[in-house]
Nanobody, 119 residues
């Protein structure tokens, strides 16, 4: 059974930092591109960051470039999202996604972790 379990969310003041983690089980982790998405109530889920299977290539949404950093540990089957200089508009539920190059072979989601940026 595939499980993606996010952790690390919480309440942080503007300008602060959080580190999200996503622990994967039930998949061959190194075969999957790993992604972080976020969603605000009433809006569509949007991509935040992605990292290739062996971690060489990363991609970020323009809104988080220079502030967020994605990384992965293929031994520990975990992907991370380091979030710095947080802004109130970063408030959202953050979801972990594991996707094969051909998504029909595997495309899985975690249940999300809430990040609230507020003073």
């Amino acid at each position: 059974q595939v499980q993606l379990v996010e952790s690390g969310g919480g309440l942080v003041q503007p300008g602060g930092s959080l580190r999200l983690s996503c622990a994967a089980s039930g998949i061959t982790f190194s075969r999957y591109t790993m992604n972080w998405y976020r969603q605000v109530p009433g809006k569509e889920r949007e991509p935040v960051a992605g990292i290739s299977r062996i971690g060489i290539t990363t991609i970020y949404a323009d809104s988080v470039k220079g502030r967020f950093s994605i990384s992965r540990d293929n031994v520990g089957n975990t992907v991370y999202l380091q979030m710095n200089s947080l802004k109130p508009e970063d408030t959202a539920v953050y979801y972990c996604n594991a996707r094969q190059v051909n998504p029909s072979l595997g495309d899985y989601w975690g249940k999300g972790t809430l990040v609230t940026v507020s003073s």
